[in-house]
């Protein structure tokens, strides 16, 4: 098992706890997500695939608006809970388990849209990953359809190569709950730790363990053109309002 699979996994019931409230995250993050699938030409009959689904953020808020959502994720623990959640939630999703690295190996279809949000590319740790990633998505898209991810800001981050992350202080009804990463940097790549401290009833202290490698915009804008993309545009937290920088490729 990867050094990823097991930081998901290990993580899985506790990944709603990065957010203030994950619930109010989902529908935020799908009209995001739908605002942007509009402007470029695509309305809620759209087939979407999620391809790093995570505990199900965004696919559970676009199935709520109605979208035909698939999702898959290489964290058996991950799927689980995002399988759960979808239950609850009242909505239908077909969860898969997948490597984004080989989807043809699960999906046969083809896609009109492809997402991998959060952060999810930058776990490729050599170029060469990256872009065998980037061919495995592409391949599941139709012709016209368009893939969107998310990645953070690594062209500010790598000029300076900081060694964590602000915290993020989430009051509770029952007291505060702290999460941060802390950065060990080597070259571009990094072992990223992020630590959860519940201080309600009881303080309890969680850490989780990871690998990244800081990707440039650059350098992804050029797989993705050299691989079908025929245009490839960023935007910015200023234009979307989503935390992170978001690519949008139309194959």
């Known amino acids: 098992m990867s050094i990823t699979q097991t930081f998901y996994d290990n993580l899985s019931t506790q990944y709603d706890k990065l957010f203030l409230d994950w619930q109010a995250a989902t529908r935020e993050q799908a009209v995001i997500l739908n605002r942007i699938f509009a402007d470029n030409g695509f309305d809620r009959t759209a087939q979407i695939l999620d391809c790093a689904c995570g505990i199900g953020t965004q696919a559970i808020g676009l199935a709520a608006l109605g979208y035909n959502v698939t999702a898959s994720d290489i964290s058996d623990g991950e799927l ?15 969860f898969e388990h997948a490597d984004f690295c080989a989807l043809s190996d699960v999906f046969s279809k083809q896609f009109d849209i492809v997402i991998a949000m959060d952060n999810a590319l930058p776990h490729m740790l050599t170029g060469e990953a990256l872009e065998t990633a980037v061919m495995s998505i592409v391949g599941r898209i139709r012709r016209g359809g368009i893939f969107v991810a998310s990645i953070r800001d690594y062209d500010s981050l790598l000029a300076e190569k900081p060694p964590y992350s602000p915290p993020y202080i989430h009051r509770t009804n029952k007291g505060q709950r702290v999460s941060f990463q802390t950065w060990v940097w080597s070259g571009d790549n990094y072992r ?27 350098e992804l804008t050029n797989l993705l053109r050299a691989n079908g993309c025929s245009n490839v545009v960023w935007k910015f937290p200023e234009e979307t309002d989503f935390y992170q920088p978001i690519v949008i490729a139309k194959k």
């Open 192 to 218: 990223l730790t992020q630590y959860i401290i519940d201080d309600e009833d009881d303080l309890q202290i969680s850490k989780f363990v990871c690998e990244y490698r800081a990707t440039r915009r650059e």
């Open 80 to 94: 689980a809970e995002a399988a759960d959640r979808a239950e609850k939630n009242g909505v239908n999703i077909r």
